[in-house]
């Protein structure tokens, strides 16, 4: 994944977009592939994209709204999905969130700023039994207690 905007480097999108050159209908693999190698949809990155092929951006804008698995905003290393449903809340999330955006600097919904950590607040992950869960890059850690949950994420490295 890139790691610094000012590093962007176009030459994973050269081969990307040979691979679909001239292929109609691409745009989705097109955008799949430019988020594997970017880590999300760069603006300039689209701005290419749509040089090279003809594609106006608004199409490309709308494609990668509409579809959950696109992502315009860069993420930072590791997504930290927090449960705030009913279950959790009456179990104390609401600590665990406010102990994370403060010792980890991460506000809700957002992205710390030196791009470590991105926190998303999520209303059931279907582990209820393990209130209050948060799922940190796919791991499910459950029965959290908000200084359980800010080592285990300061251990991730
Ligand atoms: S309410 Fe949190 S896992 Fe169901």
Redesign the pocket.
């Known amino acids: 994944m890139i790691e610094d905007l000012s590093t962007l480097d176009f030459a994973p999108l050269e081969q990307i977009l040979e691979e679909y050159a001239g292929q109609k209908g691409a745009i989705i693999p097109i955008l799949q592939h430019t988020q594997e190698a970017y880590g999300y949809l760069p603006k300039e990155v689209l701005q290419e994209i749509s040089k090279r092929t003809g594609i106006p951006v608004s199409k490309l804008l709308g494609v990668a709204t509409f579809y959950a698995q696109f992502r315009l905003n860069r993420r930072g290393k590791h997504l930290i999905r927090i449960?705030?449903?009913?279950?959790?809340?009456v179990r104390g999330?609401s600590k665990c969130i406010e102990t994370v955006e403060k010792q980890l600097n991460v506000p809700a919904g957002g992205t710390s700023e030196d791009y470590e950590y991105t926190m998303e607040i999520?209303?059931?992950?279907?582990?209820?039994?393990?209130?209050?869960?948060a799922v940190v890059d796919d791991k499910v850690y459950g029965r959290l207690t908000p200084n359980s949950l800010v080592e285990q994420l300061e251990g991730l490295g």
């Open positions: 449960c705030d449903g009913t279950a959790c809340h999330s999520v209303y059931c992950l279907g582990s209820c039994g393990l209130a209050p869960v």
